[in-house]
């Protein structure tokens, strides 16, 4: 992964005016994780606000609101916010994303206080809930987490960040790692999947590779993550609050974790040395279904072996025949389709007969 040097950087920024820094900086802020928020508010604030916002942080009790985020999660798991339950008032059942929104601000907070651990158990129960919320009616909202306002990806940023400086990689190389399978999610964390909380959220994957700078590093967080698989496969049953069967959540796993799957592949198809680390992962139990048929058909393009590769992507065609990662990849090396992809690839060519939106194979 390129990156510019401090000279290469500040020879880059020589030629921009006034005008074009603030946009540049402005674009940062506002795409940019809330880790990047937080720093650019903290060199804009002047000196005595920088002050006065470490003085809040270590002002509040990592402990207290670990404690008060866990009651928080609790009630709302046992539907005490969804219906008639003494322990929630009527009014606190209507206002419950203030509540929300205060814990959120006051984990962050946490992960800056010498508690750090608290701080990050407090901000991980907050992103576990989040993440269950999309099904799970744990409150009056069509949306919980637009309504909440909460960008999941940006507090996983932040958490992961504040793990790397103060707990060392080693720590934050297996943290990530666990909480990548359980967080990830393919298209976002809102229900609806668009609007202005859905178009701020960025994949955990790329979130991960960018803080990954060096090989050694993304070795390190490969081994930790299928680690995290075994975890997994050796859970209990009862342990995952799902409703799927241990089929379907191989399935969803793997579709949630296409993208660090292929993140992997393109860093690793050609390494020798990390050959072990793909073959493990294409093989392993805790994931299955058409995405898995397809990530060792790409392996085995990488590796020569384009006759099987073929073979595979059209077994994933089979099931998913409408995938247009599937059908694009097919065409690319010939593989031919069952009848039902080459029916929707040929109407989708006929949509756009340019075939700059859809290509099919043959």
């Not at 909480?179 to 991960?208: H, I, M, N």
């Not at 990488?302 to 694009?328: E, I, K, N, W």
């Not at 690319?332 to 060519?349: V, W």
Request: hydrophobic share 40%; with cysteine; glycine share 6%.
């Amino acid at each position: 992964m390129h990156r510019m040097n401090r000279e290469q950087f500040f020879s880059a920024m020589a030629g921009l005016d006034e005008d074009q820094l603030r946009k540049a900086l402005w674009n940062l802020y506002w795409r940019g994780s809330a880790a990047i928020r937080e720093r650019i508010e903290a060199e804009l604030a002047p000196g005595d606000a920088r002050s006065r916002s470490r003085e809040v942080a270590r002002s509040v009790d990592p402990r207290e609101v670990l404690d008060e985020v866990r009651e928080f999660v609790s009630l709302a798991r046992s539907g005490s916010y969804m219906a008639g339950d003494r322990r929630v008032s009527p009014r606190e059942r209507t206002r419950w994303r203030f509540t929300f929104k205060r814990l959120v601000t006051q984990s962050r907070q946490a992960l800056l206080a010498d508690d750090f651990a608290s701080g990050a158990a407090a901000m991980a129960a907050v992103i576990d809930l989040a993440c269950e919320c999309r099904g799970y009616d744990y409150f009056h909202s069509d949306d919980p987490v637009e309504a909440a306002g909460l960008v999941v990806s940006d507090e996983v940023a932040l958490l992961w960040d504040r793990t790397l400086k103060r707990s060392g990689f080693p720590v934050f190389a297996k943290d990530a790692a666990e909480q990548l399978v359980r967080w990830e999610s393919r298209f976002g964390w809102t229900r609806r999947g668009f609007g202005r909380v859905s178009e701020k959220e960025a994949p955990l994957a790329d979130v991960l590779a960018r803080m990954l700078s060096v090989h050694d590093a993304w070795i390190t967080v490969t081994d930790c993550y299928l680690s995290a698989l075994d975890q997994v496969v050796s859970a209990p049953a009862g342990q995952n609050r799902s409703w799927r069967t241990a089929s379907r959540q191989r399935d969803v796993r793997t579709q949630e974790l296409a993208r660090w799957h292929l993140l992997l592949l393109d860093r690793f198809a050609d390494d020798a040395d990390a050959a072990g680390l793909l073959g493990r992962l294409a093989a392993h139990p805790a994931l299955g279904g058409p995405e898995l048929t397809f990530l060792r058909s790409m392996l085995a393009h990488r590796r020569g072996d384009t006759d099987h590769a073929r073979s595979l992507v059209h077994d994933s065609l089979c099931t998913l025949p409408g995938h247009q990662g599937f059908l694009d990849f097919a065409h690319e090396i010939g593989a031919p389709l069952p009848p039902r992809a080459r029916q929707i690839a040929e109407e989708r060519l006929r949509w756009d007969p340019t075939g700059t939106g859809v290509r099919g194979g043959t």
